[in-house]
């Protein structure tokens, strides 16, 4: 009867321990299925959260570089003259938008004057005095320039005693800083040409060094100009003035880029 027993309690124990392994299995494949399932619905996450950063990314940089992908649009699609006569437009535009607040003629400098504010032979300041009516252009080519004292009465009726108002005179720097910029870009690629003819640079290396330049060029005018149009703003609200022209000059100022760069990339081209 005793060995019965004893038979009967080892069996029993034999069958608790493989009870209690087969739940140790059990419990082991189901932790594992469940960090399977965690790894399966992280996944759709991982995926989207990559696909999110590239969307961003791209974004960004399509928002960055938009100037010049509408520029290298616009050399792919225009002849040289029709992106000519598309700047003239521009400009009549500009000048159209900035007759809404301020008396600031763009004529006033001409195609010389432009040339010579690019070679130093005009400074920016007489430049803003022929913008504002405080000089003339005929009077600066026989010897006049702006006083400091700001009291020279020109001969062909600019008077320098009558300061031009705030809104005018931001205009006007306005104007020759972004005309400073263009004919900076023109000697840029005029240096770049030549150092090509002469040799001992590669095309990419010559590239590189141009464009590097030439983006230095331009974020240092787009920070003048947004400070400008800042101080322009600021002016306008505080006369009552039309503040919602800052941003048609903004456009107006990015379409005018990208047209010139698209000249650029024309002539390059041909």
Known sequence: MEDKKEIKEEKEIQETEISEKENKTKKHKKQKEQKKQKKRKKWPWILLSIFLVLVIGITILVKWQWNNIVALYYASVYTPEQLQQMQIENEAVMQEICDRVSDVDFSRLPQEAQKMLQTGELSEEDAVAILTGQLVWEDFLEGGTLTDGGTEVTESGGDSSNSPSRVDEIIAKMYVLRSGYMGKLDSLVSQAWSEYKKGGISKQDLINK??????????????QMEALLTALQSELSRTGGDANLINDIRNTYLSQKSIKKAEIIAKYQK
């Not at 141009?210 to 920070?223: A, K, R, T």
């Open 210 to 223: 141009y464009l590097n330049i030439g983006y230095g060029l331009e974020g240092e005018c787009d920070g």
